[in-house]
């Protein structure tokens, strides 16, 4: 055996590097025979008019590639032109010809020169304005974006201005230029003038509204004719080459273009145009219960807006630690808590904070209140911010911060008990013969309430996402159903609270203060939807979850084998993110198998139980989606959210109409419903789409008899 001989400057990094030379996989500099280093296509060949227009929407086409995830080295910065532009780095914007100075010499036209170097030139700024919005934000590196710049810079430098004036030089040459065919020339024109627009939509001030829908409006009334003049363009696929890859300051190995239709980069650039523009509404603030309706609801679009348009939404959200560039988190956080749990509260009072005596009880309620704020302001904003991500992440994120959260409602109970004494809190009797005082615990209620909202996300995202397989659904919307009973339990509890405190209010006079009536009716309003919901939500799953134990009775779904797992194993897995919680406690397995496959409860009870639950379902979701939008909490969303709630009561009818079939089949008893050869089918895909389901979170089969469609 010989020894390894190494050099103490020769790195790992060099040692693999060497490993891959003359690779043509991972060796971006290997030739083939025959082969150039550069690509042989002339940038500086006078391109037709029709050429032109096609080289702009084969841009466009990369440039949407670059939107949805594919990395610069495999879209924009393949382009010959582009690359020409770029490199070297220039220092002004003169400096960024197809050719070097001196070596133009009239080559190329007005065309090339004028025109497309100036669509060119926008189309990199508009870049930059991505690129830095959504650098600023909390996205994921390659899972969401790919954010390296290969040693390119993007124009950061430039003006608006000064690429404004390029554009109107291009459209005026257009405008004299006679020997264009007036089609091609309209084609041109609306790409420069959609160019131009897209750059200021990008650069304005996200929290001056109107104006940035001006801009908006202009892209989204530009992009139909842009696709009407597409087929009067001429692809160049030569001026693009994945030979530009070795120029670039890349550790990665050459990888192949990335190439997407016209057709599908028109689609999504009007998505993220709308989006962008539908985002800004979320400036007009109606309370923090609205705010969060119209993020949720925004979010769960489908297709789910692009990571720009959600890097937009977190900048509106808590720029500078600013909400939407006007208001303190903490001024959020009281609106929160007023509207859900503590109307006309002396604990909200503003006059606390103007109080400067130490023995004031007022004085001491600011100084904890500030501490509790400095506490939740982090979980509050991760709230949001979790929801601005890709839906995956979303569940992912949310198992993480309801832990934060379970931890801040223990907090918020030990603050709840030091201000009772402050605030002389009277406690409630429930009974004689049971005399312990029941306090309200109003903050540790607050975050209880936000804690189980996300754990009911975390499921219903699971069954969005596919997380779960066909025979765990049943057991799973039963986890879901009994984590809305509780909380509808806890609503009832902090209702029974709100109502008695109004009438200590009605009797003490205070009532007459309109502000103070206002608050209580506004949180009673807030209270009796979140009920619904919550009612709605549970009566459906539970529905669900009976439907799914029957199924699994008479053997319509199969338990597949599963030799290297146990059911204890899989369960351990599905409630991984709640084990840790302290309150509501995750079952045993044991009790949860009884409970969730009814063990306790004949095939004819549980049938029962699925013709009461889904048609109570059903009525409730129509009695919600009936509701206005202020006591919805969707005045920013109103028609999203109630085609949300109509989709989910579609879903409803469907589950009626899937008990209704086996409860038919089943009149004869079990052997009977063996014979009929029934099979369920569970939509997958998109919603709405063929084969899809009528709401994401709500997985319904459809039952039929075999053979048949």
């Known amino acids: 055996m010989g020894q390894l001989v190494k050099d103490d400057f020769f790195t790992l990094f060099e040692s693999v590097a060497a490993l891959e030379i003359m690779d043509p996989k991972m060796d971006s500099g290997y030739l083939a025979p025959g082969e150039t280093f550069q690509d042989e296509y002339d940038v500086l060949r006078p391109p037709s008019e029709e050429e032109v227009l096609g080289i702009m929407d084969q841009l466009l086409c990369h440039e949407m590639a670059w939107h949805r995830g594919s990395p610069l080295s495999q879209s924009l910065f393949t382009s010959l032109y582009l690359d020409k532009l770029l490199w070297p780095v220039p220092k002004v914007l003169e400096d960024a010809q197809f050719g070097q100075s001196g070596e133009v010499g009239g080559r190329g036209g007005d065309l090339l020169h004028v025109v497309l170097r100036a669509y060119c030139l926008s189309l990199v700024k508009c870049c930059d304005y991505v690129h830095r919005q959504i650098g600023s934000e909390h996205c994921y590196e390659e899972e969401d974006f790919v954010t390296q710049l290969y040693n390119r810079n993007l124009l950061t430098r430039t003006s608006n201005e000064e690429l404004q004036k390029l554009i109107e030089a291009a459209l005026s040459w257009l405008g004299m230029n006679v020997d264009i065919s007036s089609q091609v020339k309209a084609g041109l024109e609306q790409r420069l003038r959609f160019r131009e627009a897209f750059l200021f939509a990008l650069a304005s001030d996200p929290t001056c509204s109107q104006k940035a829908n001006l801009h908006w409006d202009e892209c989204l009334a530009l992009l139909p004719r842009i696709n009407e003049s597409h087929t009067s363009g001429k692809e160049v696929s030569q001026s693009f080459s994945v030979k530009v890859q070795r120029k670039l300051a890349s550790t990665v190995p050459p990888r192949p273009i990335v190439e997407l239709g016209f057709e599908d980069a028109h689609a999504h650039l009007t998505r993220l145009c709308q989006d962008s523009k539908d985002a800004l509404r979320v400036l007009d603030y109606q309370g923090s219960n609205n705010l969060m309706t119209f993020v949720r609801t925004f979010q769960s679009r489908n297709p789910q807006p692009s990571v720009y348009v959600r890097a937009l939404l977190q900048s509106l959200l808590f720029s500078e630690m600013k909400v939407l560039g006007r208001m303190s988190v903490k001024q959020l956080l009281f609106d929160d808590l007023a509207e859900t749990v503590m109307p006309a509260d002396q604990i909200l009072d503003p006059e606390n904070w103007d109080v400067e005596a130490p023995q004031d009880p007022r004085f001491v309620i600011a100084k904890k209140m500030d501490l509790f704020v400095m506490r939740a302001t982090q979980s509050y904003l991760d709230l949001f911010r979790s929801l601005c991500q890709n839906r995956s992440r979303v569940r992912r994120t949310l198992c993480h911060t309801i832990e934060d959260w379970d931890t801040l409602q223990l907090e918020a109970e030990e603050l709840d008990i030091e201000l009772q004494s402050l605030t002389k809190e009277e406690p409630y009797i429930d009974r004689p013969d049971f005399p312990n005082p029941i306090f309200a615990f109003p903050l540790s209620s607050w975050a209880y309430h936000h804690k189980l909202q996300q754990m009911e996300w975390i499921v219903q995202l699971g069954f969005e996402l596919d997380v779960y397989q066909l025979d765990e659904l049943g057991g799973m919307y039963w986890y879901l159903q009994s984590l809305a009973q509780t909380r509808i339990l806890h609503l009832e509890r902090t209702r029974g609270f709100i109502t008695r405190k109004l009438k200590r209010c009605s009797i003490d006079g205070v009532l007459q203060h309109r502000t103070t009536k206002d608050a209580f009716t506004k949180t009673l309003s807030w209270l009796s939807f979140a009920l619904l919901e919550a009612e709605s939500t549970q009566s459906f799953a539970d529905g669900l979850a009976r439907l799914y134990t029957f199924l699994n009775r008479v053997n319509l779904v199969s338990t597949p084998s599963r030799p290297y797992s146990t059911d204890v194993l899989r369960y351990d897995l599905r409630m991984q993110p709640f084990l840790h919680i302290s309150l509501p406690e995750a079952l045993p397995f044991e009790h949860f198998s009884s409970f969730a496959t009814n063990s306790s409860l004949s ?72 014979q009929l050869e029934l099979e369920i089918e569970v939509g997958k895909g998109d919603v709405g789409g063929k084969g899809g389901r009528y709401s994401a979170g709500w997985i319904v089969p459809a039952i039929k008899t075999k053979g048949k469609k």
């Open 603 to 674: 095939t004819e009870a549980v049938l029962e139980r699925v013709t009461e639950a889904l048609p109570y379902a059903r009525k409730l979701l129509d009695q919600l989606s009936k509701m206005d939008s202020p006591s919805s909490r969707a005045v920013l969303c109103e028609a999203e959210w109630r085609s949300g709630v109509r989709n989910m009561l579609r879903a409803c009818i469907a589950a009626c109409i899937a008990g209704t079939v086996v409860g038919k089949a089943f009149a004869g008893g079990e052997k009977e419903v063996a």
